[in-house]
């Protein structure tokens, strides 16, 4: 399965040229999806670093700095000395190393992300991602950076964030402030952690879909770590997911189709095409699109370009829905908080999806939700978590079994490895409580010191 983030093609990284002239060859790449062997499970993690300065003073890493201070330039420059890794270049700045054990990658305000190749066992990605901190934390300490846990970036403001020098990024920051207004926060400042699943036919794919939207709010209660924003506590459990709700309903929130009886993957490439693209790329250049659907690239073309498969793959990753289709299906609905919980989302889900019997047990949590509702639990959770009411009645008692049902999963499946990890989710469940509220606790309890709560927050790794 093929890394879900899309790492910017360079020199070193070419897309498929075939032209896309109809429907069907859209179809038809969604149907090369379809998996004949053992199903795996893919993670890919984002992480907040900080600058630690001499000083005292904590501030977001820029790109290049003065010598000797924090910088991400020099985050890339270590890992290419320590491993077998390629850097891809853009403009001259390394800007994602590609790796045998899958990608490194840059958001837009310099948040860090592994995006690891996948594996049969959840508890594989688990070893996967350990790896991937023993090697990238001593470094980062050796720089000065610290990486934290949470979901939003939580000190400073919005300002101090450098932009990331990648030119896809430059094109989305001036198209998105047009759509909605927590965009560029949600570019900036947010971190999730993303579990990429396989499917077997278009009828387990739509399947997975429907779930994965319709679990998508109790999972965000679950995760739910962003709730500081510029160095002060608020009432959200998830600010990370609220800056989902005003980015771009265009391209984010419920597509009510997927829940429609005999909805397939004509469906979502048709849903495909007449969302607005950021961007055509062509020749080392991201041109703005200027509101121009893939649609009508298809039939009309850009500035003599031709739409091709590659310009299909990477519009697929400019679509935001809570779960998103692709070659694999994409769930991206948990804020990256505590390193125990990014630990458990792919045993969390494998229990969940990869046993037919908890698969069946899930969907009956939400499967009688109408649009209306799934909506407004997407829009309620981000502020009330597990206190957001359902027909009159919280869904803590829904986020608790979700989790049990997975550890039923797990065990069909052979993963007491897994259920292991499940563990913290199903106390904190059942508990009602989320890291957020621990990530509180820390801020009153180091008295709002920058410095204190993030060596309290920092991940860490035996």
């Given at each position: ?37 053992p ?76 995006s ?8 594989d ?5 350990d ?40 094109v ?19 971190a ?21 939207v ?98 299909f ?36 889900w ?51 079994e ?61």
């Amino acid at each position: 399965m093929t890394p879900a983030t899309h790492v910017t093609p360079s020199a070193n990284e070419t897309l498929p040229t075939t032209p896309v002239i109809d429907v069907e060859q859209l179809v038809a790449h969604f149907q090369r999806g379809c998996k004949t062997g053992p199903l795996r499970i893919g993670l890919e993690h984002e992480k907040i670093g900080m600058a630690l300065d001499a000083d005292g003073g904590v501030r977001p890493v820029p790109y290049a700095d003065e010598p000797g201070r924090p910088q991400i330039r020099d985050l890339f420059a270590g890992l290419c000395k320590s491993g077998d890794c390629e850097a891809v270049v853009e403009g001259g700045s390394t800007i994602a190393l590609k790796r045998k054990d899958g990608s490194i990658t840059l958001e837009p305000g310099g948040q860090f992300e592994l995006s690891a190749n996948a594996f049969v066992l959840d508890t594989d990605c688990k070893s996967d991602l350990d790896q991937h901190l023993r090697e990238l934390l001593p470094l980062a300490d050796r720089l000065s950076i610290a990486f934290i846990g949470v979901g939003f970036r939580p000190l400073g403001t919005w300002d101090d964030v450098p932009w990331m020098p990648k030119g896809r990024y430059k094109v989305m920051r001036e198209y998105l402030p047009t759509r909605g207004k927590l965009g560029v926060e949600m570019m900036k400042r947010t971190a999730t952690v993303q579990a990429n699943l396989d499917y077997v036919s278009e009828a387990d794919a739509m399947a997975k879909l429907r779930l994965g939207v319709g679990l998508g709010p109790l999972v965000t209660a679950l995760y739910a770590a962003s709730p500081l924003v510029d160095g002060k506590p608020t009432d959200f459990k998830s600010y990370r997911a609220h800056c989902w709700l005003d980015t771009d309903n265009d391209r984010c929130g419920v597509l009510p189709f997927m829940f429609r009886e005999g909805a397939g993957f004509r469906d979502y490439a048709e849903y495909a095409l007449d969302v607005p693209m950021f961007f055509v790329y062509r020749h080392g250049t991201y041109n703005p699109a200027g509101g121009m659907t893939f649609r009508r690239f298809m039939a009309e073309g850009f500035h003599g370009e031709r739409a091709t498969l590659g310009d299909f793959e990477t519009h697929l990753s400019t679509l935001f829905p809570d779960a998103r289709l692709k070659q694999y299906i994409e769930l991206r609905t948990a804020d990256a908080g505590p390193l125990s919980h990014v630990q458990a989302l792919p045993s969390l889900w494998r229990g969940l999806f990869y046993s037919q019997s908890s698969l069946d047990a899930a969907w009956k949590l939400v499967a009688d939700l109408t649009t209306e509702e799934r909506s407004q639990l997407r829009a309620e959770v981000p502020l009330q978590g597990y206190d957001t009411k359902l027909r009159g009645q919280s869904i803590g008692p829904l986020v608790e079994e979700m989790v049990r049902i997975a550890i039923a999963g797990l065990r069909e499946l052979g993963s007491e490895g897994g259920v292991r990890l499940l563990d913290p989710l199903l106390e904190m469940a059942h508990e009602r409580r989320c890291p957020a509220d621990d990530i509180l606790s820390i801020w009153h309890a180091v008295g709002g010191n920058p410095r204190a709560f993030v060596d309290k927050t920092r991940l860490r790794v035996d």
